[in-house]
C-alpha cells in the first residue's frame, strides 16, 4: 500500500526544481548583456522510483515514481569555439598594432607632400642650381646655407619622432607586460576558488565566466593555448607554461625576449616587439644610410671646390659637420660651422687663374655648384651598415626615398587589410559562440512562462493532496460518534 503522504512529497519536489528552474531563467536574464556572461540551465531528471512498501514484492505493475530532481546547473559552452577565437583574436591583436605603427611611420615621413623630406631635398639640390647662376652672389649663397639648414633639420625631426616612436613602443610593451602578469595572476586565483567551490560538489558558472574573460581579453595580447584538467586551467604560450593550478609565472620582459619570436609568435606584444624590430628600427636604418650617402657625397665634391677666401691653394672644407656614428647619421646630420659662419666659405669655383705668378680662384667660376647640383641626379650605391638589406640600389636620392615611402605604403595597406579580415574572422567566430552561449530574451521569456506553469501546477497538485489528507484525517471514521 502506497504511503498517503507519497503526493505531498511529489509536489514539494516539484516546486522546488520549477522554482530552480525560475531563479535561473531571472539570472540568465539579469545578464543578457554581460560582458563574458554564458546562458545556464537546469538540468532535471526524474527522481529514483520505489516499489510500494511490504515485505513481499508487490504485485502492484511498474513502479511509483517520486516526482523530478535537478541534478545540477550547467552553462551551455562550447570550449572549441573558445580556442577558435583565441587562434583569431592574437592575429586581429596583432594586425591592429601593426598597422597603428605604420600609420605613425606614414605620418612621420609625410610622403607624398609639398612639406615633406623629399621637398626640402628638392629645396637644396635647386638653390645649388641657383648658386651655378651667381656663384659670386652673396645672397644666393646664403639660400643655399638656410636650404641646407632646412634639410638638417629635416632629417634630425624625423630621427626624433623615430626615436619617440620606438620609445612609445617600449612603453606598450612594459604596459602590456603588466597586464599579462596581472592577468595569469587572476585566472591562477580564479582556479583555486573554482577548485575550492567545485571540490564541495557545486558548480562555479560565474567563476567559470570570469576566467574564460580574462582568456579572452589575454588571447588578444599573446598567443595562447588552454586545456583543463582537475586543477583547473593550464595556460600555455607556445612550449612557454604561464599558469598551472593555482601557480602563476612571473611575466617580466626577460620572459619576453626569451620566448620572442619562438614561443611569443602572435598577438598585441608580438606586434610591438616586430613593430620597433622589423620597422622603425628598420627605417632609421635606411633614413640613416639616405643621410649618410647625402654628406659624404656632398663633402667629397665640396672639398674640391674654391671658396670665395683666401688663396687658391684653399680648397673648400666640409660642408656637413662630420657624422662620427653612422647608426645616428640622420640625428647628427648638420651644416659645418664654417658655412654657417661665413657663407663666402662655401665652395662653388673649381677653376683659378694665374695673376702675375699668384694663383687665384675664379669667383665667377660655377663648375662645383653645377657638380653638387647634380648629384641629385646622380645614382649611389647607399650605405649598408647595420642593415639587413638596403631598400634600393644603384638609384637617386629621390629615387631611394620613393622607395622607403612606397615600401611604408604597402605594408600599411597590407595591415589594414589584414585587420579587417581578422576583425571580420573574430566577429563571426563570437557571433557563432553568442549563438551557443549567449542569452537569448525571447527564448528566456518563454522558458519563463514553461516553468511557471509547471510550478503553479505542482502547486495545485500539493493543494489536491493536502485536500485528499485533509478529507482522510478529519472527515474519516467519524460515522456513529
Known amino acids: 500500500m502506497r504511503s498517503t503522504f507519497t503526493g505531498l512529497e511529489l509536489a514539494k519536489r516539484s516546486l522546488f526544481t520549477q522554482q530552480a528552474a525560475l531563479t535561473t531563467t531571472g539570472h540568465n536574464i539579469a545578464n543578457a548583456n554581460t560582458r563574458g556572461f554564458t546562458r545556464q540551465v537546469v538540468n532535471m531528471v526524474a527522481a529514483k522510483p520505489i516499489e510500494a512498501v511490504g515485505m513481499m514484492r508487490s504485485n502492484i505493475p511498474g513502479q511509483m515514481g517520486q516526482s523530478v530532481e535537478f541534478t545540477s546547473i550547467t552553462r551551455i559552452r562550447e570550449g572549441f569555439l573558445d580556442k577558435q577565437f583565441y587562434n583569431e583574436h592574437k592575429g586581429y591583436g596583432e594586425w591592429t598594432v601593426r598597422q597603428d605603427t605604420l600609420e605613425k611611420l606614414e605620418s612621420i615621413i609625410n610622403e607624398p607632400s609639398d612639406t615633406g623630406l623629399r621637398q626640402v631635398m628638392d629645396n637644396f639640390w635647386n638653390s645649388w642650381q641657383e648658386l651655378s647662376k651667381q656663384p659670386d652672389n652673396l645672397e644666393t649663397r646664403a639660400v643655399v646655407k638656410e636650404s641646407a639648414l632646412a634639410l638638417t633639420d629635416a632629417f634630425n625631426s624625423v630621427a626624433r619622432k623615430l626615436n619617440d616612436l620606438t620609445s612609445d613602443l617600449n612603453d606598450n610593451i ?3 607586460i603588466t597586464q599579462v602578469n596581472s592577468t595569469l595572476q587572476q585566472i591562477a586565483a580564479l582556479n583555486g576558488e573554482i577548485y575550492r567551490i567545485e571540490g564541495l ?4 558558472n560565474d567563476l567559470r565566466d570570469q576566467r574564460d574573460v580574462l582568456l579572452d581579453d589575454l588571447s588578444k595580447v599573446i598567443n595562447i593555448s588552454v586545456t583543463e584538467d582537475a586543477n583547473g586551467y593550464t595556460v600555455m604560450m607556445g612550449n612557454q607554461t604561464l599558469v598551472t593550478g593555482q601557480a602563476p609565472t612571473e611575466f617580466n620582459l626577460n620572459l619576453v625576449n626569451a620566448a620572442y619570436p619562438t614561443n611569443l609568435a602572435s598577438g598585441e606584444l608580438f606586434a610591438l616587439k616586430e613593430s620597433t624590430t622589423k620597422y622603425v628600427d628598420e627605417y632609421k636604418r635606411q633614413l640613416n644610410s639616405l643621410a649618410t650617402t647625402i654628406v659624404g657625397s656632398v663633402n667629397t665634391a665640396h672639398q674640391e671646390g674654391y671658396t670665395l677666401k683666401g688663396p687658391a691653394a684653399t680648397r673648400g672644407g666640409l660642408f656637413f659637420s662630420a657624422i662620427t656614428d653612422p647608426a645616428k647619421a640622420a640625428e647628427q646630420m648638420g651644416v659645418s660651422s664654417t658655412i654657417t659662419d661665413d657663407v663666402e666659405n662655401i665652395a662653388a669655383s673649381k677653376a683659378t687663374f694665374s695673376d702675375n705668378g699668384v694663383d687665384k680662384v675664379v669667383r665667377g667660376n660655377n663648375e662645383m655648384a653645377l657638380q653638387i647640383a647634380g648629384i641629385k641626379n646622380t645614382k649611389y650605391n647607399f650605405e649598408t651598415s647595420g642593415l639587413d638589406k638596403i631598400i634600393l ?9 620613393r622607395a622607403v615611402v612606397g615600401q611604408i605604403g604597402v605594408q600599411s595597406q597590407e595591415a589594414t587589410r589584414q585587420a579587417a579580415n581578422q576583425k571580420i574572422l573574430v566577429d563571426q567566430v563570437d557571433s557563432r559562440r553568442q549563438a551557443v552561449s549567449g542569452v537569448s530574451l525571447d527564448e528566456e521569456m518563454a522558458n519563463m512562462i514553461k516553468f511557471q506553469h509547471a510550478y503553479n501546477a505542482a502547486a495545485r497538485a500539493l493543494t ?15 460515522v456513529g460518534r
Open 464 to 478: 489536491t493532496f493536502d485536500e485528499a489528507l485533509d478529507k482522510v484525517i478529519n472527515s474519516m471514521g467519524v
Open 174 to 176: 612594459d604596459v602590456k
Open 201 to 204: 560538489g557545486n558548480n562555479a
Open 393 to 401: 640600389n644603384g638609384g637617386t636620392f629621390d629615387e631611394f626615398l
